[in-house]
């Protein structure tokens, strides 16, 4: 027992954890793009939940737990199931394999590439401002910081909300005039 | 080694490239449209890992009005996608080219 509590203080738990859930989140972000088994859009909208769930994983990892339930709550529950809602209405038929124009490819990868390059060069200037983080994303200090900082950009989205709502309804209307 | 920082930050960039790569290389619109949502969340997870390691909350809050703002995107974005499939019967950009010169 004392083992056990020795090994999670040392964070060698969190540590393997952390491999884990990265290594779910690639994997499944890679079946979503590129899946060898099926052209279905449907296989990459699951693959997608596995993604964001494992994702939320790596949230609680950082301690921020608001978020890791927010992240699943809204998009495995909500934009998850509108993907497959609309796959389902639009009845695609399985894809069939076009052709990928060579150019296109050579193109899209090299600028995947000089992205991938200035990342990386930018991400060896940063350095964390603690090794020791004491910081905890639960739901009162978030919702304290929320409703007096960032009131107005609060209010701000939940119109933006009302826009979309509108704008969903006006969209998918059978004649526009 | 302790994971830190570079290593969230590391599955951050892959997971965003890897969204990049489907959005430049796939042709069905609604793989398009995840691989943009993986984008969103690959920024999230970059957001997170810089307020956890910098002892902010600002990026936490930053990433709830970026998830909420992806939700209204979605909707929207979906809508757009029946209508144009309703005109065409398609879902691939390769059949969308009527805004060609």
């Given at each position: 027992m004392e083992s056990i509590n020795n090994l999670i203080n040392s964070g060698a738990v969190t540590d393997v954890l952390f491999y884990v859930f990265a290594a779910l989140t690639l994997l499944c972000g890679i079946l979503?793009?590129?899946n060898p088994f099926s052209r279905n859009p449907?296989?990459?909208?699951?693959?997608?939940?596995?993604?964001i769930i494992s994702m939320s994983g790596l949230f609680v990892l950082l301690h921020a737990f608001f978020l890791a339930?927010?992240?699943?709550?809204?998009?495995?529950?909500a934009v998850l199931v509108l993907f497959v809602f609309v796959i389902m209405l639009l009845d695609l038929k399985e894809e069939q394999r076009r052709k990928i124009k060579f150019f296109g490819f050579i193109m899209g990868v090299i600028a995947v590439g000089g992205i991938l390059s200035a990342f990386v060069k930018s991400?060896?200037?940063?350095?964390?401002?603690?090794?020791?983080?004491?910081?905890e994303g639960d739901t009162v200090s978030l919702g304290h910081l929320l409703f007096t900082n960032y009131t107005l950009p609060f209010e701000v989205?939940?119109?933006?909300?009302?826009v979309a709502m509108i704008g969903v309804i006006l969209l998918s209307k059978k004649k526009l005039e | 080694m302790q994971v830190g920082l570079h290593h969230y930050l590391t599955v951050s960039i892959l997971l965003f490239c890897l969204g990049l790569l489907g959005v430049i290389l796939r042709r069905n619109l609604l793989v398009i449209y995840m691989s943009l949502e993986l984008m969103?969340?690959?920024?999230?997870?970059?957001?997170?890992s810089f307020s956890r390691f910098n002892d902010k909350l600002d990026g936490q809050v930053l990433v709830f009005f970026i998830i909420t703002v992806a939700a209204a995107e979605v909707a929207?974005?979906?809508?757009l996608i029946v209508a144009l499939f309703r005109k065409r019967?398609?879902?691939?950009?390769?059949d969308l080219t009527s805004m060609k010169l």
């Open positions: 979503v793009i590129v449907v296989t990459s909208a699951m693959f997608l939940v596995l993604t339930a927010v992240q699943i709550i809204v998009y495995a529950g991400m060896a200037s940063v350095t964390p401002s603690s090794d020791n983080p004491k910081l989205v939940s119109v933006l909300l009302l | 969103l969340n690959a920024a999230n997870l970059a957001l997170v929207v974005g979906l809508a019967q398609s879902a691939h950009v390769e």
